[in-house]
């Protein structure tokens, strides 16, 4: 069974400092992942994902297998950054569809 | 179109009623999803179509009924709910596997 872990329930920064959110994996196949990012009364929205490479408003994530991690790294957070985020396993079925299973998050405050 | 509609946005339903919730998408998306999300949880999948078939049920009480009239819509038929039904819930759709889902801003239900 795939399962994701985010062992930060909580986690507060000042504006300015760096910021590392950890999610760990376990999964038998090749694992996709992905970042999700809930703010406050919003939609939850696709952040990241590792097939990409890319970064996002300053967020970049990096899939290490050998230590089936993949933490979300910004360098300078931002008082805008503060939300929930959540990260995302999905079984790749070789189809359309596939099954996404969730951490419990990580609730991210940055301070003035 | 990039976006993913659900109505109603909000919903009080008595444990008697019949309600249904409702999805929609235009992006060309072939898989759909409901999830539920109790407050300060991940969201948790509960159906799965693809290609307007069901594929996916996570042991959903039969209160709830999933339907999927069209590659575009898909609904979610609610019957003698209970309170602890009560919750928040998405509709996703994706394209292919690697792309992550997207995500609707949610039906917020209440069972009195």
């Known amino acids: 069974a795939q399962r994701v872990t985010q062992p930060e329930k909580l986690l507060s920064v000042f504006k300015g400092a760096p910021v590392e959110l950890k999610c760990n994996y376990s999964?038998?196949?090749?694992?996709?992942l992905f970042w999700y990012v809930q703010y406050s009364r919003q939609r939850l929205q696709l952040l990241l994902r590792?097939?990409s490479r890319e970064s996002i408003k300053g967020f970049t994530a990096d899939l290490n297998k050998g230590e089936t991690s993949f933490h979300l790294k910004k360098p300078f957070a931002q008082e805008e950054d503060s939300a929930m985020y959540y990260c995302a396993l999905s079984e790749d079925s070789g189809g359309s569809n596939y099954k996404l299973t969730f951490g419990k998050g990580t609730l991210l405050t940055v301070n003035p | 179109d990039t976006e993913v509609t659900q109505t109603p946005k909000h919903l009080v339903m008595g444990m008697t009623n019949k309600k249904s919730l409702k999805c929609e998408q235009h992006?060309?998306?072939?898989?759909m999803y409901w999830y539920k999300q109790k407050a300060k949880k991940p969201p948790e999948l509960m159906f799965v179509?693809?290609?307007?078939?069901?594929?996916i049920n996570e042991s959903v009480p039969s209160r709830f009924s999933p339907e999927c009239p069209n590659s575009s819509l898909l609904n979610l038929h609610l019957h003698a709910l209970q309170p602890e039904d009560s919750a928040l819930y998405l509709c996703?759709?994706?394209?292919?596997?690697?792309?992550?889902?997207?995500f609707g801003s949610g039906t917020r239900l209440t069972v009195v």
């Open positions: 590792h097939i």
């Open positions: 179509y693809s290609y307007e078939k069901l594929s």
């Open positions: 999964y038998s196949g090749s694992p996709e």
């Open positions: 996703a759709s994706s394209l292919r596997t690697g792309f992550g889902y997207t």
């Open positions: 992006m060309g998306h072939r898989a």
